[in-house]
């Protein structure tokens, strides 16, 4: 009798249950969007031989303190603007780094004067309808009701 060769994925299935498996997210990190002073959350979901140890970076470097599947960022500031999250996880076998999740900040002071006032209503209004970038508060493609809604919401 010729048995047929087991799928691929079967055979990986099985090598991995004879040897300790390394990690593997089974979830990667999802972008985040936050207004300035909000804070953001990032998970990973990862399996592997147990014990899993986690290291989250931003931009690449490591942070303090950052060693569980989740991480919630200090009270964001523009600069955290289009800053990259990743996290490793290794156990005893090796080490498996998640896709970089973006974070998005987004600011309630359009005109970038430092203060929240009608100026900048003002030019959230005159982006109305459009798809200018730092009005579009809720990152949708368009500035429209929700997004002045969401302005009015920080007071
Ligand atoms: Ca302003
Ligand atoms: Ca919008």
């Known amino acids: 009798m010729i048995r047929s ?9 099985a090598f991995r ?7 593997t997210s089974t979830a990667q990190p999802q972008n985040a969007t936050a207004f300035v002073g909000q804070t953001a959350n990032f998970s990973v979901m ?22 569980s599947a989740s991480y919630t960022t200090p009270a964001t500031t ?3 603007h289009d800053a990259k999250f990743s996290v490793g996880v290794r156990n005893g076998v090796g080490t498996v780094t998640s896709q970089n999740a973006t974070l998005v900040v ?3 002071d359009l005109n970038g004067d430092h203060l929240l006032d009608v100026l900048d209503l003002a030019a959230l209004a ?13 990152s949708s493609g368009v500035v429209d009701d929700v997004d002045v809604n969401l302005w009015l919401a920080g007071f």
């Open 126 to 138: 005159s982006a109305y309808e459009t798809s200018k970038t730092n009005a579009d508060l809720d």
């Open 17 to 23: 249950r004879a040897t300790a498996p390394a990690p």
């Open 5 to 13: 060769f087991a799928p691929a994925s079967a055979s990986f299935s």
């Open 78 to 80: 523009t600069s955290d």
């Open 106 to 108: 987004k600011s309630r």
């Open 46 to 67: 990862a399996t592997g031989s147990v014990p899993l140890a986690f290291q989250w970076k931003k931009n690449g470097s490591a942070i303090s303190g950052a060693t």
